[in-house]
């Protein structure tokens, strides 16, 4: 694509790279944390907050050590599911640990 004018080349350019310099590091984190922890939506809702009455416990605001915990065990065999022991034997210890704390911060 050819633009006519110099100005708005010049224009977009600006615009991308303000863009480009307006991720800091921790902002990558953030979104990549929010990005695995999508995956979880369907069954435990957006955000992690099901809603009321689900028997799938919500997410949100749950201490991260005993997160992290219940993944290990459902990787393990060693807790009772349907389907999570399949879906924790597909992350790897750091997304577990990211996606722990990602939860861990929301509000309930």
Known sequence: MRLKSPFVAVLLSGI?????NAATP??????????????????????????DGSAIPSLAGMPREYMVAQMKAFREGTRPATVM????????????????????????
């Open 16 to 20: 991308a790279a303000t863009a480009v």
């Open 26 to 51: 921790k902002d990558t984190v953030n979104l990549h944390q929010r990005a695995l922890a999508a995956m979880c939506a369907n069954c435990h809702g957006t955000e992690g907050r099901t809603t």
């Open 85 to 108: 022991h399949q879906l924790t034997k597909g992350l790897t210890e750091e997304q577990v640990q990211s996606v722990s704390t990602y939860f861990s911060t929301l509000k309930r």
